[in-house]
């Protein structure tokens, strides 16, 4: 059997249009004019050329990044710290594990991620944005920092790739990934995390804590509508992930409102759990059409 990629041509090329439609919104030239390293003010501290403010001398401190007149004045060493300048950049993180090959209406949760990760990765580099990502699947695909527009394109069109076999052997965990992400990526990048987040656990909050102390972090969860409220499709025999089949009866309305609420419960816990920890988080339907107007495309973010 093949399976058809999980975006075609044409709709990279749509998605493209998109994403170009969406950097030419008036309200946004001013930021998009800020394009290239050192056009972008940073929060960090670092090398640079603009002054941003002075701090007590610290050994190992450069001689000569003295602040001679504070230290003067205030009769204690002090130094210079200057803005960084970088190029601004995102780093995507593409979740096509077994769980995310899942759909009921219009298309697989990995396909809407797919969709979502090209609307970002063409906004970024319409703007002379870096990109990077990794495809989180077994053995996770990792994509350079790039700010060719040649370069993007495979990177997109690799999460548009029709879905490899499914793994004999154990995907990698979220919380397995996390600390290679942080280790990777220059400071400041805006990471995007596209997932269902199906294995967000305890595991994971130290390595979403560090990224986030370096990081602005956008979290975008994609559930299919059957995750949330099942159909009265009366008696279905329904596969779990770990492979054991279940009768269900989905014509008993109180079954069906039991599942409503446990799946409520559980994903708004996951919600306030990363919104807790300080990220961006956005809840995406598979049936959505225009992702673009709920995730925060990367506009003149700065970094």
Request: charged fraction near 20%; glycine fraction near 6%.
């Amino acid at each position: 059997m093949v399976f058809p990629p999980l975006l075609t041509e044409t709709e990279l090329q749509a998605l493209y249009q998109r994403a170009r439609s969406a950097t030419a919104d008036s309200s946004l030239q001013n930021l998009l004019e800020q394009r290239q390293a050192g056009d972008v003010a940073s929060r960090y501290r670092g090398a640079g050329l603009d002054y941003a403010e002075s701090r007590a001398y610290q050994p190992g401190d450069e001689p000569r990044f003295m602040h001679w007149s504070v230290t003067a004045r205030t009769g204690k060493a002090h130094v210079k710290q200057f803005r960084e300048e970088r190029r601004p950049a995102v780093f995507i993180v593409f979740d096509r594990r077994r769980a995310m090959r899942f759909g009921t209406k219009v298309r697989l949760k990995a396909a809407q991620a797919a969709r979502v990760a090209a609307l970002i990765a063409f906004a970024a580099t319409q703007q002379g944005w870096a990109v990077s990502g990794v495809i989180l699947e077994a053995p996770p695909h990792w994509f350079p920092t790039s700010t060719d527009t040649h370069a993007v394109w495979e990177f997109v069109r690799q999460c548009a790739a029709t879905c490899p076999p499914l793994p004999t052997t154990h995907e990698p965990t979220l919380a397995s990934i996390l600390p290679l992400i942080n280790a990777s990526v220059v400071r400041g990048t805006h990471v995007y995390l596209l997932s269902d987040f199906a294995d967000l656990d305890a595991a994971c909050e130290a390595h979403i804590l560090q990224l986030l102390h370096h990081h602005p972090l956008f979290t975008v969860q994609v559930l299919d509508t059957a995750e949330c409220e099942l159909p009265a499709a009366g008696r279905l025999n329904l596969q779990g992930l770990d492979g054991v089949t279940h009768c269900v009866n989905l014509a008993d309305p109180i079954l069906r409102e039991q599942f409503r609420q446990q799946a409520a419960t559980l994903h708004d816990e996951q919600a306030q759990r990363l919104r807790g920890w300080g990220c961006h988080y956005t809840q995406l339907l598979t049936d959505v059409d225009a992702p673009e107007l709920a995730v925060p495309l990367p506009h003149g973010m700065g970094t």
